[in-house]
């Protein structure tokens, strides 16, 4: 029997699971994020390495690994991280791609198209045979990363305190958000930059809320990500030249459907839209299996998901 070990890292959270070659799910853990933008790479290689030796010690005895896939945000700008897992795979294939990896192949398996995320931060990213990966946009929270949680949230928040201070118009978001925190944003700062990113992206709710009461701010922030992620699919559609699948994936878009039918109603024509119905690890799962040069079993899919849904993740320490 062949073990491995697949990662899905983003900047909430991660997930590492342990499974065999049949798919099924042997252990399962959920860690801290591991985005090396937001955390520096030293870290991402610390909570990593911490990851595959903690799902390791579930090996069956005399068994050893295969190969370990990781879909890592922003892995693809430290190649150094993967060199410090390969240490901790004892021998085994190891490598270490970018988060669009996972949804990538659990929505398209290895066929051309794009990929669209919008979780903590956003992605679109453009995959064709015989080319290097394209990114649109995508640049991280320093940059671009519109459409995303994070700015869905931080806009939340900016107008809350604009109508505070008394430069925005009157909006529901103020009230929701500071029934949520109970305070003021300004009396809140404190808790928001400790939080950083991922606890700015956790608002991002709000503005769903407040948009589908008719608020006009919020459906101006909703309209406003959409519009970036049309001019993505645009963008894409130059790039290629003809309709294609665009797999869907993050927290957001698979929490909101009426975000994903909002970019779809201005996605170009002709492209089909698919949102990622496995949890994101599947996808890693599948490129560790492909890493040696193999194709997953029969039943293989059903398996994992079983599975992997009869281990609720454990909260590690990593």
Sequence with gaps: M???????????????????QTGAVIACEEGRGANS????????????CAAVDSLKTHLPEGA???AVFGSISAAYYYPEVEVQVKRHADGAKCKLDGVVSSVMASVLGRDDGVCLISGVGSYCCVRQKGEHRFFIGSTGYMLDTE?????LGREALNAAQRERDGRGPKTKLTEMIEKEIGE?????LPVIYTGGRAYIASFAHNVFSARSMGDPVATGIFNRAVDHFSEALNAAYKHIGHPFKVAIGGGVFLHFPEYVEAVRAKAPAGCELIVLDTPAVYGSALEAVWLTGEEPEAGFR???IETFNRHPSKRAAW
Excluded: C, M, W
Excluded at 147 to 151: A, E, K
Excluded at 184 to 188: A, F, K
């Design 184 to 188: 003021t944003v300004q009396e809140h």
């Design 64 to 66: 050893r690994l295969s």
């Design 302 to 304: 059903s398996r994992f």
């Design 37 to 48: 933008f937001d955390i520096g790479p030293a870290e991402t290689s610390a909570r990593l």
């Design 2 to 20: 062949k073990y491995y070990i697949s990662i899905d890292a983003g900047g909430n959270k991660s997930v590492g699971v342990l499974f065999d």
């Design 147 to 151: 459409g995303s949680g994070y700015v």
